[in-house]
């Protein structure tokens, strides 16, 4: 499976960026797509999934209400809606995509990640 994670930017603080990440595998909507950030200085932390073929979705608590995770399954494409970002939201953004499992444990395939950057 490849991943090719695109749509990050500069964005001014409260507004709004869409990510993008455009799967090979044609068995995409059977897989977990999820969503992983690093900001500068810190560990990679767990933004959002979205779950086989049941399309349950699951978020970092602190993000719930302005980011939605969504998927085109005839695109093979997954998205993370951002909104009324701020600056602690800067990071590089990397999707990711796992067969099975445990939402939060280690996922098989990685994007080369997009760097969000939002000024204050």
């Known amino acids: 499976v490849q991943l090719q994670a695109s749509g990050g930017g500069l964005v001014q603080a409260g507004g709004f960026l869409r990510l993008s990440c455009a799967a090979s595998?044609?068995?995409?909507?059977?897989?977990?797509m999820g969503w992983f950030r690093q900001a500068p200085g810190k560990e990679r932390e767990f933004v959002a999934v979205?779950?086989?073929?049941?399309?349950?979705?699951y978020y970092l608590d602190s993000l719930k209400g302005r980011f939605t995770i969504s998927r085109d399954s005839a695109k093979n494409t997954v998205y993370l809606q951002m909104n009324s970002l701020t600056s602690e939201d800067t990071a590089v953004y990397y999707c990711?995509?796992?067969?099975?499992?445990?939402?939060?444990?280690?996922?098989?395939?990685w994007g080369q990640g997009t760097l969000v950057t939002v000024s204050s």
């Open positions: 979205i779950r086989g073929t049941e399309g349950n979705t």
């Open positions: 990711a995509a796992k067969s099975g499992g445990s939402i939060y444990g280690s996922y098989e395939y």
């Open positions: 595998a044609r068995t995409f909507s059977t897989y977990y």
